[in-house]
């Protein structure tokens, strides 16, 4: 299996504070994606980096990619509030139609 | 910005009952997929879906599951005859690179 898992499974921090993410995963990749839930909604893509990225930037967020560990953080800078969710990693393999395994998840708390 | 669409946001049905899940996905995307939360545990993959036909299917898409563009911009999940397993979130995804968009999911109950 090539899912991701990610650590911590739960996370609490005070608002304004980094919250930073890990995923591991088993096998090779074509890229890792970033999601999040707002409980009992839908996911939102935040952010993708493909295999032969180390790093990515968009906003506030901050992703890194180690193949040779096989691992992925997902940095949120200046935590807010509204960052409150359950964030996942989804991998996914080469191919055209490739699925996207996902991780348990990791549930952020933002405490204003 | 253009957004997966799917209906309706909650379904309840019994047991052995037929369910179709609708959704709407991006309009120039070219790739389609189901996936399935039940509550409290991962995202998983049941079926995708391209130039009118599966790509892929997980085990969990067996024989009670099928799928279909009928129309060329819906895209559907058909459960033949539902389980109380059956209860959970469903997903519609679609790309046209590699990042995949989701919708904002069918809670399908199944009594």
């Known amino acids: 299996s090539q899912q991701g898992e990610e650590d911590p499974q739960a996370l609490s921090i005070q608002e304004g504070e980094n919250a930073t993410m890990n995923c591991s995963y088993k096998?090779?990749?074509?890229?890792l994606q970033w999601y999040r839930q707002n409980s009992g909604r839908g996911l939102v893509h935040l952010i993708l980096?493909?295999?032969?990225?180390r790093e990515k930037h968009s906003g506030r967020l901050r992703v890194t990619l180690d193949t040779s560990k096989k691992s992925s953080s997902l940095l949120i800078t200046a935590s807010r509030a509204a960052d409150t969710a359950s964030y996942f990693c989804a991998t996914s393999y080469t191919g055209a139609n490739s699925k996207l395994t996902f991780g348990k998840g990791i549930t952020l708390s933002v405490r204003p | 910005e253009p957004e997966v669409t799917q209906t309706p946001s909650h379904q309840v049905t019994q047991m052995g009952q037929e369910v179709i899940l609708r959704c709407v996905p991006i309009s120039n995307h070219l790739y389609f997929y189901w996936y399935r939360q039940i509550l409290g545990q991962k995202v998983e993959f049941l079926v995708s879906?391209?130039?009118?036909?599966?790509?892929?299917k997980s085990e969990i898409f067996d024989d009670q599951f099928s799928v279909e563009r009928p129309d060329g911009s819906n895209f559907t999940l058909k459960i033949r005859s539902t389980k109380l397993e059956d209860s959970a979130m469903y997903f519609c995804?679609?790309?046209?690179?590699?990042?995949?968009?989701f919708g904002p999911g069918t809670r399908l109950t199944v009594t």
């Open positions: 879906f391209y130039n009118n036909e599966i790509s892929e």
């Open positions: 096998t090779s990749i074509n890229n």
């Open positions: 995804a679609s790309r046209i690179l590699y990042e995949q968009y």
């Open positions: 980096i493909r295999s032969n990225e």
